[in-house]
């Protein structure tokens, strides 16, 4: 069983930075794909930042520029680098990682994060 361990997340004001990071509990290079996802009260979780095997990344419109997702091989860490916080990034952050491909594809989630941006 893979585990997945965010830590990082607390109060910041706007315009603040925020550092998040995820643990893996295995070779984070055997992921296809990691990414970091948020839910905001209310509201669906959505996708905010992903990193795929080949090394590519990818950003929801709303944090591109703001936002960084980077990852450490030799400590199997995953992380993202938040700046020019704003009230709606406020929300439940997790972490997310996926192996292999079509049915028999393994999903991992960690438990979250709490991020609140708010004066």
């Known amino acids: 069983q893979v585990q997945l361990v965010e830590s990082g997340g607390g109060l910041v004001q706007p315009g603040g930075s925020l550092n998040l990071s995820c643990a893996a509990h295995?070779?984070?290079?055997?992921?296809?794909?990691l990414a970091w996802y948020r839910q905001a009260p209310g509201k669906q979780r959505e996708l905010v930042a992903g990193?795929?095997?080949?090394?590519?990344?990818n950003y929801s419109d709303s944090v591109k520029g703001r936002f960084t997702i980077s990852r450490q091989s030799a400590k199997n860490l995953l992380s993202l680098q938040m700046n020019s916080l704003k009230p709606d990034d406020t929300g439940v952050y997790f972490c997310?990682?996926?192996?292999?491909?079509?049915?028999?594809?393994?999903?991992?989630w960690g438990q979250g994060t709490q991020v609140t941006v708010s004066s």
């Open positions: 295995r070779n984070i290079d055997s992921f296809n794909f």
């Open positions: 990193f795929s095997f080949e090394g590519s990344t």
């Open positions: 997310y990682a996926y192996m292999g491909v079509g049915p028999g594809r393994e999903e991992y």
